[in-house]
């Protein structure tokens, strides 16, 4: 399935919504892409974006060329903006991009795709409805070394195992430190989509089990194990703990990938190395959201699909509830459970009669799904 793309000339005009943590990164991002250009920033608090603006070294009191506002579609009317970079909480993900598509502006998220995997769904019928691109940002895809451990195991045969540790002990304090499975909502899907990335495959099911060590400083289960079948018979162990003190893995976490005739490691930082050794050398994604954002300017220009693109990007959401699940009731969750789950739950809740067109008009939800791109 096709998205329209841009023909205007010059950098792409872009609109921050959400000034929090995550925006402001993107703002300094955006800034510094000599191919986007920031022309807005939107919060529901003006307060927010005034301080935002004045990190960036712009004071809106004295007029610049920084417009802001609490609504992000008026404000890109307002300023003839090309797209909007949607970093809001994931609860606002949902409206917010849906307000943007309807009003013919191509969306770049931050992850989660939404709240849930239902209303993931309902985004995925509004970027058809609309034809507008709505592209998820997975920045820890966005990584030299992870393109390379892909490239090097292209030529070590089938792919059997692919397992990540992931052992940190940040203390966040804050809503982490309270909520229910911090480390499968809040982090793991990262790691998810990592492995979707480097096997090129979407997972079938998961038995997962979740815990709290004695000493943990988390409210909810703050550690996990969670194996998952992905198509094609490979399995993806994910082994990670958010209270664990002492050889600490990277961000990324700390990666093994067993094939037919040989194996990588990465420890999620530096160089993968593969036994045998491999001389390939893979194209650099760019980092993280830069590279993201990469991506998208890219895809907007020429048409070409992009990772993340949310059709594809919301079987890694599924893959958190579906470990949750698992954990939660003791028994293997397969994906087309929550898919089939989700895709009711988006028919009941959805109220926009043109979108709910969409989702009627899909023979099924892996159909609906399959209209965007598959594990890229
Ligand atoms: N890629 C990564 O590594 C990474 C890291 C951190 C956060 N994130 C993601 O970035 C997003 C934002 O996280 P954060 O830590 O910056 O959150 P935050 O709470 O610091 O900021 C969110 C901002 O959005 C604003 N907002 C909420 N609803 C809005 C709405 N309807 N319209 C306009 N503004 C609204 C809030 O007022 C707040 O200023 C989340 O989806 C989070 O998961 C990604």
New binding site residues.
């Given amino acids: 399935m096709s998205f329209q793309t841009l023909t205007s000339e010059g950098p792409l005009r872009l609109v921050v919504?959400?000034?929090?943590?995550?925006?402001r990164a993107w703002m300094h991002t955006i800034e510094a892409d000599p191919d986007t250009e920031l022309v807005g920033i939107?919060?529901?608090?003006p307060a927010?974006t005034e301080s935002a603006a004045a990190d960036l070294g712009r004071d809106i009191a004295t007029g610049t060329d920084l417009e802001t506002g609490?609504?992000?579609v008026e404000l890109a009317k307002r300023t003839g903006a090309d797209a909007i970079v949607n970093?809001?909480?994931?609860?606002?993900?949902h409206?917010?991009t849906i307000a943007a598509l309807k009003a013919g502006l191509p969306v770049l998220g931050?992850?989660?795709v939404a709240a849930t995997v239902a209303e993931g769904i309902a985004l995925a019928a509004a970027a058809e409805l609309t034809g507008h691109l709505f592209m998820v940002?997975?920045?820890?895809r966005y990584n030299r070394g992870l393109f390379q451990a892909k490239r090097q195991l292209e030529s070590l045969g089938r792919i059997g195992i692919v397992a990540v540790d992931f052992f940190k002990a940040p203390r966040f304090g804050g809503f982490r430190d309270e909520m229910d499975s911090p480390l499968l909502l809040?982090m793991a899907i990262?790691q998810f989509d990592m492995a979707r990335f480097l096997l090129d495959a979407d997972p079938v099911a998961v038995v997962c089990e979740e815990y709290n060590p004695p000493w943990s400083w988390y409210a909810g289960n703050a550690a996990a194990t969670a194996a998952f079948e992905m198509e094609g018979g490979a399995r993806f162990t994910f082994n990670g703990s958010w209270c664990s003190p002492g050889f600490e893995t990277s961000w990324n976490g700390a990666w093994r990938v067993s094939a037919e005739h040989g194996t990588t490691v990465w420890d999620g930082d530096g160089d993968p190395q593969a036994d045998p050794e491999s001389k390939a050398v893979a194209e650099d994604p760019g980092d993280?959201?830069a590279g993201s954002l990469r991506e998208f300017t890219a895809a907007l220009r020429t048409g070409r699909e992009p990772m993340g693109r949310v059709h594809a990007n919301l079987l890694s959401l599924a893959m958190v509830e579906a470990a949750i699940r698992s954990a939660a009731e003791g028994r293997r969750v397969s994906m087309d459970e929550i898919l089939d789950g989700s895709y009711d739950t988006a028919l009941a809740a959805t109220t926009d009669a043109d979108i709910l067109t969409v989702l009627h008009s899909w023979p099924s939800v892996r159909d609906g799904l399959n209209r965007g791109s598959r594990s890229d």
């Fill in positions: 919504v959400g000034a929090g943590g995550m925006g939107a919060d529901l608090y927010a609490t609504d992000a970093a809001t909480i994931p609860e606002a993900h409206p917010v931050e992850k989660p940002s997975q920045s820890r809040d990262h993280g959201i």
